[in-house]
């Protein structure tokens, strides 16, 4: 089996520092004591939560080149044998250290929100159509099946899914129908599409949020956006001579509660023009940079937060929000502050 060394990374440094330790089988309480640290240090450092300093590198490559057990030894002590051990596996993990701070390639900074620097599995998920609402080629009876047309939101999918393709050529991507979710697939990173109405796995995330989706007798077909607070407050779409022309959409990035280093991203609205439009807002070519500009710098590099935006219908094309203007965003939140 490959080593991390060969993908690089802050999540495969994370991991080989991880695997060092359960080959020697260590606690994390026995190897921080060994090295001089906290425990919340070797758990940050296995996690790919912080990065650790070329010398805790080197103490990692000293006490595992040699048969240490309760401290870390003298480099004057190791044989040839293990000096030679000690400084293959140095540069190992300097060079893995490297690669998860190597600054993202010129230009491409815009596209940073979906790209995943561990090259794990990308899972884009979505509801399933009513049986009124499915084509008849969703049927796997039909001669001339197509097993995509069963998704609901699948303008927003396809949009994603050739998107989070390009930048991430490692990783395996893929369109999933929520029901269809095996286990693997609940540990890669997720992207949710749609409201609790067609996917239920948003409805199940959402229910603890100062934000969450409710049936509405003024919206048919469609679940509002409700603001905790007293009273509660409902942002809803807006339509004009019984057109839609302004849809609300939901960006959110929580950190996947299956497995906390990989990401769990939900796009929704209230209809569909909404969560396309959430997708749109960092994938549009015109104008991702700025939107991107904007998710930055309001939140840094926060793994949890989540906003509302206004998304304008122009017959049959959904417009792309522009999180620089004040008007489009509706509301935010982002629990760490």
């Given at each position: 089996?490959?080593?991390?060394?060969?993908?690089?990374?802050?999540?495969?440094?994370?991991?080989?520092?991880?695997?060092?330790?359960?080959?020697?089988?260590?606690?994390?309480?026995?190897l921080g004591r060994a090295l001089g640290v906290a425990v919340s240090s070797i758990s940050s450092w296995e996690g790919g939560v912080k990065i650790p300093t070329m010398r805790r590198l080197?103490?990692?490559?000293?006490?595992?080149?040699?048969?240490?057990?309760?401290?870390?030894?003298?480099?004057?002590?190791?044989?040839?044998?293990?000096?030679?051990?000690?400084?293959?596996?140095?540069?190992?993990?300097?060079?893995?250290?490297?690669?998860?701070?190597?600054?993202?390639p010129a230009g491409s900074g815009a596209l940073d929100f979906w790209r995943f620097r561990d090259e794990g599995p990308v899972r884009i998920v979505t509801g399933e159509l009513s049986a009124?609402?499915?084509?008849?080629?969703?049927?796997?009876?039909?001669?001339?099946?197509?097993?995509?047309?069963?998704?609901?939101?699948?303008?927003?999918?396809?949009?994603?899914?050739?998107?989070?393709?390009?930048?991430?050529?490692?990783?395996?991507?893929?369109?999933?129908?929520?029901?269809?979710?095996?286990?693997?697939?609940?540990?890669?990173?997720?992207?949710?599409?749609?409201?609790?109405?067609?996917?239920?796995?948003?409805?199940?995330?959402?229910?603890?949020?100062?934000?969450?989706?409710?049936?509405?007798?003024?919206?048919?077909?469609?679940?509002?956006?409700?603001?905790?607070?007293?009273?509660?407050?409902?942002?809803?779409?807006?339509?004009?001579?019984?057109?839609?022309?302004?849809?609300?959409?939901?960006?959110?990035?929580?950190?996947?509660?299956?497995?906390?280093?990989?990401?769990?991203?939900?796009?929704?609205?209230?209809?569909?023009?909404?969560?396309?439009?959430?997708?749109?807002?960092?994938?549009?070519?015109?104008?991702?940079?700025?939107?991107?500009?904007?998710?930055?710098?309001?939140?840094?590099?926060?793994?949890?937060?989540?906003?509302?935006?206004?998304?304008?219908?122009?017959?049959?094309?959904?417009?792309?929000?522009?999180?620089?203007?004040?008007?489009?965003?509706?509301?935010?939140?982002?629990?760490?502050?």
């Open positions: 089996m490959a080593r991390p060394e060969a993908l690089g990374g802050t999540a495969e440094l994370g991991s080989r520092l991880r695997e060092l330790r359960e080959e020697r089988r260590l606690t994390q309480s026995e080197a103490d990692y490559a000293t006490y595992f080149a040699a048969d240490a057990d309760a401290r870390l030894p003298e480099l004057d002590s190791l044989s040839a044998e293990q000096r030679s051990e000690r400084n293959r596996l140095k540069r190992e993990l300097e060079r893995l250290r490297a690669a998860g701070k190597d600054p993202v009124e609402s499915m084509s008849p080629a969703a049927s796997v009876e039909q001669l001339n099946y197509v097993g995509l047309t069963a998704h609901s939101d699948l303008d927003a999918a396809v949009e994603l899914f050739g998107h989070v393709r390009a930048l991430n050529p490692g990783s395996d991507v893929g369109i999933q129908l929520a029901r269809k979710l095996a286990d693997d697939d609940l540990r890669a990173h997720l992207v949710f599409l749609g409201s609790g109405l067609i996917n239920p796995w948003v409805g199940a995330l959402t229910a603890e949020w100062p934000v969450r989706q409710v049936g509405d007798d003024s919206v048919p077909d469609g679940e509002v956006f409700e603001l905790a607070g007293e009273p509660p407050r409902r942002l809803k779409p807006v339509f004009r001579h019984g057109l839609l022309i302004e849809d609300v959409g939901m960006l959110v990035r929580i950190p996947n509660p299956n497995n906390i280093r990989r990401t769990l991203t939900i796009c929704s609205g209230v209809f569909t023009r909404g969560g396309f439009g959430a997708v749109r807002s960092l994938t549009d070519p015109k104008i991702r940079a700025r939107n991107h500009e904007y998710v930055t710098g309001r939140f840094g590099e926060a793994a949890n937060f989540g906003l509302l935006m206004r998304v304008p219908v122009i017959n049959h094309a959904t417009g792309t929000p522009d999180l620089q203007n004040p008007a489009t965003r509706l509301h935010e939140w982002h629990p760490a502050t």
